[in-house]
């Protein structure tokens, strides 16, 4: 008698990854989508804090990038914080050259602060130290504002470096990236007194 085989049902791991796919690509459209709301927020609420369209002194936006890598890992963050660029994109009237170009930059300061943090203090940011997070983001507003302000001087070679411009901008980023950095803190600390862990391998990949 030939034997016959019974086709294998649906591996619950395949499944599993089926759903994992779907939550981070759920994820990575919300932050994104999260980023040009909470930068038309930011301007309402403090619109007394504006100098202008790209610079305010209180930037809550600025941490949502960071938070993008500590929560989504260097690839997956980078990627929502461009798709939240790009959402962005149609609140100002910029060449799309110059718009592209910003959105790259304002990339980049996260990875740069990430890899940076990683390479001298030899390991990865703990999201339930304050010192790391506070630490992180000042590496991050130094990086963003020089990349901008170098960036915005090759664009626009008839501009020269303004060294106080650059100066709001970083006492904006790291107003509002430190504010996001101490009501993330705070979160996670109410989140583990009801039982969730947020530290050793339940702590998100960055």
């Known amino acids: ?108 300061g996260p990875l740069l602060a990430l890899f940076g943090f990683r390479l001298y203090f030899k390991r990865r940011v703990e999201l339930t130290y304050l010192r790391d997070l506070t630490t ?7 990086c963003n504002s020089l990349i901008h302000h170098t960036a915005w001087q090759i664009l626009e070679t008839t501009r020269d470096f303004d060294l106080q411009e650059a100066a709001w901008m970083f006492v904006g980023d790291f107003n509002g990236a430190l504010l996001g950095a101490y009501l993330t803190k705070a979160l996670i600390d109410a989140l583990e007194k009801r039982g969730f862990n947020f530290s050793g391998s339940s702590q998100p990949k960055n």
């Open 1 to 108: 008698m030939p034997v016959r085989f019974r086709p294998r049902a649906p591996s619950i791991f395949l499944k599993s990854n089926h759903i994992n796919c779907e939550m981070l690509f759920l994820l990575i459209i919300a932050l994104a989508v999260l980023y040009p709301a909470v930068h038309i927020l930011n301007g309402w609420l403090f619109d007394f804090a504006t100098i202008n369209h790209h610079i305010s002194l209180i930037y809550l936006p600025a941490f949502l990038r960071l938070f993008n890598l500590l929560v989504l890992g260097p690839v997956y963050g980078t990627l929502t914080s461009i798709l939240g660029g790009l959402f962005l994109m149609g609140n100002f009237n910029e060449a799309l050259a110059f718009a592209l170009f910003n959105i790259a930059c304002s990339a980049t």
């Open 136 to 142: 992180l983001t000042l590496i991050y507003c130094i």
